[in-house]
């Protein structure tokens, strides 16, 4: 019976999710030729250039950039992997493995056809795609949720679909979580096997690139997002400080760049050799964040005064022991602020007060790499 209620759900998730296939084409069309969605959208809805993958090998699947990087420890592990993503920059992240077959993952009507046998199949964080799950339960070996959060925020939204989440969860055999809260509300959802090891992206080793060098004390506000930018630079002393700019979306740069322009003259950092000129920098380049942690006096962490973000990863600049300011908007990161001491919250009009009694910030536990890989294998 309950084979058969499977069956039946499935032929139904098939032809409602080519219904809104075929209702959005036009949508599709139409931002396939923005930048930002130029390679992802054709490989993703209409399979150009993403064939499905030869080596039956491990198989890791995120979306974006951060999700891809957070990876890497677990990638270095092995000869060979297959990783798929959904993101233009989680694509040119994941390029940089030099053991990696890259494709894009193709919009769930195409999953049947796309996906072939492989040794597991490990989902970063959130990436709860029925098709995905139910495809690779039955064509590979294992199938693994990893770094598996649920946030306090978003947490009421997903019982309000509990019962089609308690499907997809039929399809996933382990799912290791970032803390017991997380766990908790997994198992809420369905999920079996839960266990906790921690968050993956607590595991950081750097790779410094270049060796930049300040001219003053040094402010790095770090992956910005839209109103952001304006807000935090009228509370900042753009005097008696160096501050660069590193917007979260490289296609915002040009944006940035002309909001910049009310607070003074802005020098671009891809126009710099190592020594940092100007007291305000546009961060034209991706891959220069460490580089700046490196450096950096104080690091004021993005997406976490606006409220439609939840805050970014701050594991890198505590890895350099940099204090660090943050809105009080961090709800989708909270299980990594748990992780680090003496991170200053606090709203939009308090950064002058905070950058004066910051204190250096420290990880207090990594993710046991080595329990994961077991679970993987």
Same mark, same amino acid.
């Given at each position: 019976?309950? #084979? %058969? ?16 296939? @075929? ?8 931002? %396939? ?33 951060? +999700?891809? #990087? ?13 990783? %798929? ?5 989680? @694509?040119?992240?994941? *390029? ?7 494709? @894009? ?18 989902? =970063? ?5 029925? =098709? ?5 339960? !039955? !064509? ?11 946030? +306090? ?75 952001? +930018?304006? =807000?935090?630079? *009228? ?12 917007? !979260?979306?490289?296609? #915002?740069?040009? +944006?940035?760049?002309?909001? =910049? ?60 022991? #940099? ?36 204190? %250096? ?9 080595? !329990? ?6």
């Amino acid at each position: 019976m309950k #084979r %058969s209620e499977n069956f039946s759900f499935l032929i139904f998730y098939f032809f409602l999710a080519f219904f809104i296939y @075929f209702i959005s084409l036009p949508f599709l069309l139409f931002f %396939s030729f923005k930048k930002k969605y130029k390679n992802s959208i054709p490989a993703r809805f209409f399979f150009i250039n993403n064939p499905p993958f030869k080596n039956k090998t491990y198989w890791f699947h995120s979306c974006s950039l951060g +999700e891809t #990087r957070a990876l890497k420890p677990l990638i270095e592990k092995f000869s060979e992997v297959n990783i %798929s993503v959904i993101t233009n920059t989680g @694509f040119n992240e994941a *390029k940089k493995y030099k053991n990696a077959s890259v494709r @894009f993952l193709p919009y769930e009507i195409f999953l049947p056809f796309w996906i072939k046998p492989c040794k597991s199949l490990i989902v =970063m964080e959130a990436e709860l795609w029925y =098709m995905l799950f139910f495809m690779a339960k !039955r !064509r590979c070996k294992k199938t693994i949720l990893l770094n598996a959060r649920i946030s +306090e925020k978003s947490y009421p939204k997903y019982l309000k679909f509990r019962w089609f989440y308690k499907k997809i969860f039929e399809n996933i055999d382990i799912v290791l979580a970032q803390s017991q809260e997380d766990k908790k509300r997994l198992i809420s959802l369905g999920a079996k096997q839960v266990e906790v090891v921690g968050n993956i992206k607590t595991y950081f080793e750097p790779k410094i690139t270049k060796n930049y060098i300040k001219t003053k004390p040094l402010i790095v506000v770090a992956s910005t997002h839209e109103n952001e +930018e304006e =807000m935090i630079l *009228k509370n900042l002393d753009l005097k008696n400080y160096q501050v660069v700019v590193v917007p !979260r979306h490289p296609e #915002r740069f040009d +944006e940035v760049y002309e909001i =910049m322009k009310k607070f003074g003259k802005v020098e671009k950092l891809s126009e710099m050799d190592n020594v940092l000129n100007g007291n305000l920098i546009l961060c034209d380049k991706m891959g220069e964040l460490v580089n700046l942690y490196k450096i950096a006096d104080y690091v004021i962490l993005g997406g976490s005064f606006v409220d439609n973000v939840g805050g970014h990863n701050p594991i890198e600049a505590a890895f350099f022991n #940099r204090p660090i300011i943050s809105g009080k908007y961090h709800f989708n990161q909270n299980a990594l602020y748990n992780e680090v001491e003496n991170i200053e919250i606090c709203e939009i009009n308090e950064i002058k007060v905070k950058l004066l009694i910051a204190k %250096s910030t420290k990880i207090i536990k990594k993710v046991d790499i080595q !329990r994961i890989l077991k679970e993987i294998l």
